[in-house]
């Protein structure tokens, strides 16, 4: 709360205190009510530490121009005609490449699922009903039946 709220209220008490009728009453009702609200606090300044960086009084080397690597690569001398062939021929090198990697990924969801391992072609039916998961259904059940006999006895 501002200090400027609590000086009022001091002169409303002054007022109230003068007053015969009300000096023996509970002021609250006529007294300000404030709510309380959370101020954000201002975040206080990070402390850097004051390592003196490398000074180098030199600035650094300057960047090579669009023109000085068209220079350096040759294409600067090319006429508009072979500058566009070349551009061709890197789109069309880079579209291959991109059709190739998308035809790999198509063709791997054609790929067979591996196998389980340890039954061999020809193995009985009790076998293959295991690996299926009709054994492990029985057995779920089974354990359910435990648990659910358990609880009976623990209810009792």
Known sequence: IHPIY???????KRELAADPTL???????FLPKFKKRNVRRRKPHKIRD??????TPFPPAQLPRKVDIQLETGE????????????REEKEA???????ARKAAHADKFKAPKEARGHARGAPAAAAAASSGAGSVLDMAKKL???????AVEDE
């Open 145 to 151: 039946k435990s648990k659910k006999s358990a609880r």
């Open 94 to 100: 880079a579209a291959r490449e991109a059709h190739e």
């Open 23 to 29: 000096a023996h009453e509970n002021w609250d009702r």
């Open 6 to 12: 609590n000086i009022k209220i001091l002169m409303i």
């Open 50 to 55: 004051a390592k003196p960086e490398d000074y």
């Open 76 to 87: 600067y001398h090319m006429s508009q005609a072979a500058k566009a062939s070349q551009k």
